[in-house]
């Protein structure tokens, strides 16, 4: 079974995407160059990335004593992904880009998630890139930002340190100006940055000519002490090799040093890194200290660094959604083929009878449609994100600022919905398997392996869960969530119409109560500390509800085509998401509207 039907539904019959094609900035474009960039990232993603998937989960980067050796299949698809345009897909033609909607190139981006997470498509490199031509200066766009795009160079994001994780309140990396005239360089402020920081991928490779890190440090007070909080963060570029303001490589290393490979449980093939800023290992110009170039304003680097910051979130539940369908998939194939068990009868079990496949058996059916509705409607939910970055960069000014509250509210979802759902559905994909799935015989092991990160990196789970209920529901006097609220009952509007669809519009109606309702209860005491103790749950539900909300808005596509294997099954998964899934939220919401403090007041001893 391949993806692609499911892409070309969810772009045409239910976002339209071809109508992006009358927005000025697209329209060279049209569905039969939407299909063209498809077909080549499909047949990219099927040549140079699935066959390759376990070849690059055993055989882990490791390193030589001076350069950290990867597998050729590693290098052969980076190149033919760089070579496709992609990393520059939706950047203007004058700088080489394609002008590509967003929605179109995470589609296409979709195929190589599948393929090989951990082989990488160049999600860091081009939010890294983006991240500069936003906030960098015109020579920083030419000699980073474009080498990027061009894949000459990639690049990293470097937050998070051993002793601080996902505090960044708490790094310590310093950066001093580099002597006199530092202010004036051609590349933009020149600063000497010290300090460590941990879990950096793709810090280390040989796959380009150089690694343009940007990293976050606090710039020191006139007593060189470092400002407490994240108010004194700054961002910086850092290149592991120097370049001149021609971009032209001067022979000189960057002090940059390998301090460690980091191993671990999935996504094996990327390169994880802890890296040593400043040490003297590398001395430029005789001096210890990593030169870096500041980007825009100092002390507003997070500010910065939230622009690629947020492009990830969407990119790692895009990640965790195409795992999660990868098993499905996998598991789907497997049901189909694999005979055991009989079924029951009137009289029992006959054993005289040949054993049936085991997608006959209704628990496994239940499986294979729960990973249905989890993956298929995380896939809607990422795309509709990606949509709405479309209308942000391209509609009129208001529609464009529904767009941005919208992605407010929306983007703690769209990466921990997938993340925590379509590991689910990995896990189920191993079940389904039986024995077999837990062996390294068969790929859903390393599906599940290299999903259970995506809970982690990005931004916590519990992070997200924070961010949602302590801010973005609460952001511009709410105005988001009440957007969102109109969007759902919109839907809610439409399917009441329709008799298959009326009752879940209407549970649907109940559940956005629900949610709203808890929203309140749970600042009913305006401390935080109350509201916050049970984010996770109010996460969880949130995120129920609006999967529940893209399943309804999908049917609605589904049904007004026509009869189909793949109608059928669409308006079963939203069925089953409705009837298995939504009832859940009232226990989630139950100790969130109660302000719960079970976890919060248990005294440590008490464990």
């Not at 310590?172 to 006199?180: I, N, S, Y």
């Not at 009441?496 to 009326?502: G, R």
Request: aromatic share 8%; hydrophobic share 40%.
């Amino acid at each position: 079974m391949s993806l692609r039907p499911t892409v070309d539904f969810l772009l045409y019959d239910w976002l339209d995407a071809p109508a992006l094609s009358g927005r000025e900035r697209f329209a060279d474009h049209s569905r039969e160059t939407f299909d063209a960039v498809l077909d080549t990232c499909e047949r990219i993603a099927r040549e140079k990335y699935a066959p390759f998937n376990r070849v690059v989960d055993t055989q882990e980067p490791h390193f030589d004593g001076e350069k950290v050796i990867l597998p050729q299949a590693t290098h052969d698809a980076q190149k033919a992904y760089a070579e496709s345009g992609m990393l520059s897909a939706a950047q203007d033609y004058e700088v080489g880009g394609m002008q590509l909607p967003y929605t179109v190139e995470a589609a296409a981006n979709a195929f190589f998630a599948m393929a090989s997470v951990s082989i990488g498509s160049g999600m860091l490199t081009t939010g890294n890139a983006n991240l500069l031509m936003v906030h960098g200066t015109e020579a920083q766009k030419n000699v980073f930002a474009l080498n990027e795009f061009s894949g000459r160079f990639s690049g990293t994001m470097c937050l998070s340190e051993p002793q601080a994780g996902s505090s960044l309140s708490d790094v310590t990396t310093r950066a001093v100006p580099d002597g006199a005239g530092f202010e004036s360089d051609p590349l933009g402020p020149r600063y000497r940055l010290k300090g460590n920081k941990m879990w950096i991928s793709a810090g280390e490779h040989e796959l380009t000519e150089n690694i343009i890190h940007l990293v976050l440090a606090k710039i020191p007070d006139e007593n060189g002490k470092l400002v407490p909080g994240t108010r004194g963060i700054s961002l910086f570029i850092v290149p592991k090799k120097i370049v001149n303001p021609a971009g032209e490589l001067t022979g000189e290393r960057n002090d940059v040093a390998l301090a460690g490979l980091n191993h671990k449980c999935g996504w094996r093939g990327t390169t994880n890194t802890l890296l040593n800023f400043g040490e003297g290992k590398y001395p430029v110009q005789g001096e210890a200290g990593a030169v870096g170039y500041l980007v825009g304003q100092a002390g507003k680097g997070l500010h910065c660094m939230f622009h690629m910051m947020n492009e990830a979130r969407i990119g790692v539940g895009m990640a965790a959604t195409m795992l999660g369908m990868a098993g499905y998939l996998a598991s789907l194939d497997y049901a189909k083929n694999r005979p055991q068990g009989r079924p029951m009868g009137p009289a029992g079990k006959d054993p005289a009878q040949p054993p049936v496949r085991i997608i006959e058996h209704a628990d496994v059916k239940r499986m294979l449609l729960a990973q249905k509705a989890y993956c298929e409607g995380a896939l809607a939910l990422e795309l509709y994100c990606a949509r709405l970055v479309d209308e942000q960069h391209t509609a009129d000014a208001a529609t464009a600022d529904d767009a941005r509250l919208l992605l407010e509210v929306l983007t703690p979802i769209a990466k921990s919905w997938p993340s925590e759902w379509c590991l689910e559905a990995n896990s189920l994909a191993i079940q389904i398997h039986g024995g077999y799935g837990y062996t390294r015989d068969f790929p859903v092991e390393q599906y599940w392996r290299d999903n259970r990160l995506n809970m982690i990196h990005e931004g916590t789970h519990g992070i997200q869960a924070m961010d949602l209920l302590g801010r973005k529901v609460l952001m511009e006097g709410g105005k988001g969530l009440s957007l969102l609220a109109g969007r759902i009952n919109e839907t809610i509007q439409r399917a009441i119409h329709v008799p298959e669809l009326a009752a879940h519009a209407n549970a649907l109606g109940q559940a956005l109560a629900q949610v709203g309702a808890a929203t309140k209860a749970a600042w009913a005491t305006g401390e935080p500390t109350d509201a916050l103790a049970n984010a996770v749950p109010y996460l969880q539900a949130f995120g129920h509800t609006v999967l529940a909300w893209i399943w309804l808005d999908v049917a609605l596509a589904a049904h007004a085509a026509p009869e189909s294997n793949a109608r059928t099954g669409r308006l079963a998964a939203m069925r089953f998401f409705f009837h298995y899934e939504l009832p859940k939220i009232g226990a989630w919401l139950q100790v969130v509207s109660s302000r719960d403090q079970t976890c919060a007041a248990l005294p440590e001893e008490a464990f």
